[in-house]
């Protein structure tokens, strides 16, 4: 069974940058089917896609992040990690870690999601 | 405001059917997937695809297409269904993904 678990600060200041990583158990990254992707959930509202990266390298942002956001693969750690600059206030959301299924005939789908990791921006 | 338009709340009494639908030009070339999410609880994926379950889905859970329009059907509602609902797919460009605003389901 595939899992995914979500680690970093729960707590980043203004203008500083939100590191989060994701642990990948019961699977490999480095499947050539797979994207790993990041989505966020401010509290009280919906999900938003921040970012799916492939793991031969393809990266896919979030054109209303994309310049504050950088997502990278360690296959040696079977990791995957999100790193998000400049965050203000309105970047406190749960996290959430997912493994991103892109196919022709099945659309796409996120299929397996860690269990989120919330991180406040606060001095 | 999100390419993928939902609406934000539907309610359906105990056992009865219910529909919720997400609407955006994409879903005329893409498929949508769906997904659940219980209070304080991650999302969980229900429908993918044209209409596929993932295994340990209820088959009350039930997907389709039309236009514009994606439905997530729910034959028979249980109290354990009261959740938000997602609609998910590419946006309309094709080149990156969007999540709908979500409905809140109550079962009465």
């Known amino acids: 069974q595939l899992q995914l678990q979500e680690s970093g600060p729960g707590l980043v200041k203004p203008s500083e940058t939100l590191s989060l990583t994701c642990t990948v158990s019961g699977g490999s990254i480095s499947s050539s089917s797979y994207y790993w992707g990041w989505i966020r959930q401010p509290p009280g509202k919906g999900l938003e896609w921040i970012g799916s990266r492939y793991y031969s390298g393809s990266t896919y942002y979030n054109p209303s992040l994309k310049s504050r956001v950088t997502m990278s693969l360690d296959t040696s750690k079977n990791q995957f990690s999100l790193k998000l600059n400049s965050v203000t206030a309105a970047d406190t959301a749960v996290y959430y870690c997912?493994?991103?299924?892109?196919?022709?005939?099945?659309?796409?789908?996120?299929?397996?999601w860690g269990q989120g990791t919330l991180v406040t921006v606060s001095s | 405001s999100s390419e993928l338009t939902q609406d934000p709340a539907v309610s359906v009494a105990l056992g009865q059917t219910v529909s919720i639908t997400c609407q955006g030009d994409s879903l005329r070339s893409y498929y949508a997937s769906w997904y659940q999410q219980r209070p304080g609880q991650a999302p969980i994926l229900v429908i993918y695809g044209k209409n596929n379950r993932p295994s340990g889905i209820s088959d009350r859970f039930s997907g389709s297409s039309s236009g514009n329009t994606a439905s997530l059907t729910i034959t028979g509602a249980q109290a354990e269904d009261e959740a938000d609902y997602y609609c998910n797919s590419r946006d309309s460009s094709g080149s990156h993904w969007v999540f709908g605003g979500g409905t809140k389901l109550t079962v009465l």
């Open positions: 997912a493994r991103h299924i892109v196919t022709t005939i099945l659309g796409n789908s996120f299929d397996y």
